[in-house]
């Protein structure tokens, strides 16, 4: 029989022999990963998915009743917009910030910062006309509309198989990659980029102005990569009504793999054409009083 030092100093030996066999620094690993492990339920836990269901006013993203559990959206959680045909939902109040946006529906910045700390997904329709928008991961108008009419507009703007609307007062300094098929309508800023962009992964992109529009920044045309076989083509189209390329304005082709870069049309030139490649153009050329190079 052992005394009561001698169970405890078997217990001992046992907890010993164990931290042996898994060497201290497993230990520690184990108790790490662990901690790890409860971090990332936690946070899990913590992060919700916020729904519109328009049982408040109906209209105002603000107010808490249009909101699934009438809470709204905090930096934790992603918000979802689905209003009904014909709703738009107005966010024109306090600053907020969530982390991701998901918008199927309408909505309109009026006032305010919106702050996206990831990605702002768009497959209906987002109007800015004040205020500030920002999304840290990207905004994306996949198959939807982005109508920057006026206010600030922060990070990369990507517009795939959608519309572009750039307005007379939407002017803060940005780059808008389109991708596929797209409209491009209003006034491209003096301090703005649209670079259209064809790729293996989303074939040949192809912006059209179908009502004229004015281009007083950068239109660029490139090709992301290439395999080949498949059209990574990029064109512009400028439509029956024109596009003028203003003085001091940028159209440019980029040089390298890939398919053709066109411009068809009936295009306007007050700037600078500048071809990187052979570049064909199929329509009406008005050289009024601009260059072109390459």
């Known amino acids: 029989m052992f005394s009561h030092e001698t169970e405890q100093d078997a217990r001992t030996d046992?907890?010993?022999?164990s931290w042996c066999r898994l060497g201290g620094g497993e230990v520690i690993r184990r108790f790490c990963a662990l901690s790890i492990g409860v971090m990332i339920a936690v946070a899990d836990v913590s992060a919700a998915t916020v729904t519109w269901d328009g049982e408040g006013d109906g209209q105002s993203w603000h107010d808490p009743l249009n909101w699934s559990g009438n809470v709204l959206p905090t930096a934790m959680d992603d918000?979802?917009?689905?209003?009904?045909?014909?709703?738009t939902v107005v966010f024109a109040g306090s600053d907020?910030?969530?982390r991701r946006l998901d918008v199927k529906g309408a909505l309109r910045l009026a006032a305010g910062h919106l702050d996206v700390g990831e990605t702002a997904t768009v497959s209906g329709t987002i109007e800015l006309e004040g205020g500030r928008?920002?999304?840290?991961?990207?905004?994306?108008?996949?198959?939807?509309?982005?109508?920057?009419?006026?206010?600030?507009?922060e990070g990369p703007v990507t517009v795939r198989n959608g519309v572009l609307e750039l307005g007379p007062s939407g002017e803060a300094a940005a780059t808008?990659?389109?991708q596929g098929t797209c409209s491009l309508l209003g006034i491209v800023h003096a301090n703005q980029t649209v670079r259209v962009e064809g790729s293996v992964a989303h074939g040949r992109a192809l912006a059209t102005a179908p009502i004229g529009m004015t281009n007083q920044g950068t239109i660029h045309l490139e090709t992301s990569s290439s395999n080949g076989w498949s059209d990574e083509s990029s064109s512009l189209d400028c439509g029956?009504?024109?596009?003028?390329?203003?003085?001091?304005?940028?159209?440019s082709t980029a040089s390298g793999a890939g398919d053709v870069r066109g411009i068809t049309g009936r295009l306007i030139n007050r700037g600078r054409v500048e071809a990187g490649m052979e570049t064909p153009f199929i329509g009406t050329l008005e050289a009024a009083g601009g260059t072109f190079a390459g």
């Open 79 to 87: 918000a979802v917009l689905a209003p009904p045909e014909g709703t």
């Open 133 to 153: 928008f920002s999304a840290a991961g990207g905004l994306s108008a996949v198959g939807g509309a982005l109508r920057y009419l006026g206010g600030v507009l």
């Open 14 to 17: 046992r907890v010993s022999t």
């Open 96 to 98: 907020a910030a969530i």
């Open 176 to 178: 808008f990659l389109l």
């Open 240 to 251: 029956p009504d024109g596009l003028l390329n203003a003085p001091g304005a940028v159209i």
